[in-house]
């Protein structure tokens, strides 16, 4: 017996579909953070990272991260700096922190730069940064004149 093959045409019809729009944020998104640790989370939202990256990014351990995006706890004074750096400002609610109104660390800060970086004796500055000292050298004076006033 001979078998009859037929053939089928198929016709693929191609449709180009775009979506338009961002990309869904998760659920708890801080789309209005106000705290530090919602800013932290925010960002690192934002920048498609998991809290381990930027434990790494910050040199902490995630379970920090964990705490700071929860409001657990709130980051030690070391730790400002580099999350200041992270995020590429200063925070609202960061403002009233005590040691930024020090304008010695705040200097810091804003430049991202260590004790070290400021060309003073890192003791003196740790001192002026922890308002201890009141008094200082005249090269020092001289060295910090632009960033407090004397």
């Excluded at 180009?16 to 789309?31: E, N, Q, T």
């Excluded at 379970?63 to 590429?88: C, Q």
């Excluded at 201890?132 to 004397?150: F, P």
């Amino acid at each position: 017996m001979i078998e009859k093959t037929t053939r089928t045409r198929l016709r693929a019809i191609v449709v180009k579909i775009v979506l338009r729009g961002g990309k869904l944020k998760p659920v708890g998104y801080p789309s209005n953070p106000k705290t530090l640790g919602e800013h932290i989370k925010k960002m690192r939202i934002d920048k498609g990272l998991f809290q381990r990256e930027v434990a790494d990014i910050l040199n902490v351990e995630v379970v920090n991260i964990e705490h700071w995006e929860n409001a657990r706890n709130y980051p030690m004074k070391k730790y400002l700096p580099r999350i200041i750096d992270f995020l590429g400002y200063i925070p609202e609610c960061c403002e009233d922190i005590s040691e930024l109104q020090n304008p010695i660390f705040r200097y810091r800060i804003e430049r991202g730069i260590s004790q070290k970086e400021l060309g003073v004796d890192t003791g003196t500055v740790i001192a002026l940064e922890n308002d201890t000292r009141k008094y200082m050298h005249g090269s020092t004076k001289e060295k910090l004149k632009g960033i407090i006033s004397l």
